[in-house]
């Protein structure tokens, strides 16, 4: 798949969204996104601009939020729907936000969430995801199995298991 820039991604550089996710088009040229496990780095309340905010004549248009760090990602996660709080404390396995720094778990999107009077695709955390080869059932890195999907559409651990799959 080539590389696709989806517009978003230009507009709202500060938080996580699913076009971070996005690493291709399917054929009616709607976004493929990609699931990543990743470590919760820490938790924190913070003010965050909300345009919303700003169309209902609050001139400052912040708002404060629950801003989620993960390790491996650059930027925050802005946790504000209670789906994204539940999966949270399942994947964690508990309800306190100072028990959630150092827990692994898998950022995925959801297509068609209703949400704020209209569908958009929505950023939601579940429990970590085992990659698996499609051929042999090895366990496979993140790195590995997103650039097996991204070239071959199916999740291969090795050049050998690549032949076999494509038989």
């Known amino acids: 798949m080539e590389k696709l820039t989806h517009w978003k991604k230009e507009v709202n550089k ?4 699913s076009w971070d996710f996005i690493i291709g088009a399917d054929g009616n040229g709607k976004p493929v996104y990609e699931e990543k496990n990743v470590t919760i780095k820490k938790v924190e309340k913070a003010l965050v601009t909300d345009m919303e905010q700003i169309r209902k004549g609050n001139v400052n248009g912040k708002k404060e939020e629950i801003l989620i760090w993960f390790n491996e990602l650059e930027k ?4 504000h729907a209670k789906a ?19 827990k692994k778990v898998c950022v995925y999107v959801e297509k068609n969430v209703k949400a704020f009077g209209t569908t958009t695709d929505a950023l939601r955390i579940k429990p970590v995801v085992k990659r698996l080869c499609e051929v ?32």
Do not use: Q
């Open 14 to 17: 500060d938080y996580l969204g």
């Open 76 to 79: 925050p996660m802005i946790c």
């Open 84 to 102: 994204n709080f539940k999966g949270l404390e399942n994947a964690t396995g508990t309800p306190f936000v100072e028990l959630w720094a150092n």
């Open 136 to 167: 042999c059932g090895k366990i496979i890195s993140e790195e590995i199995y997103n650039a097996s999907i991204k070239k071959y559409g199916k999740a291969f651990c090795s050049a050998e298991c690549k032949e076999k799959g494509e038989k």
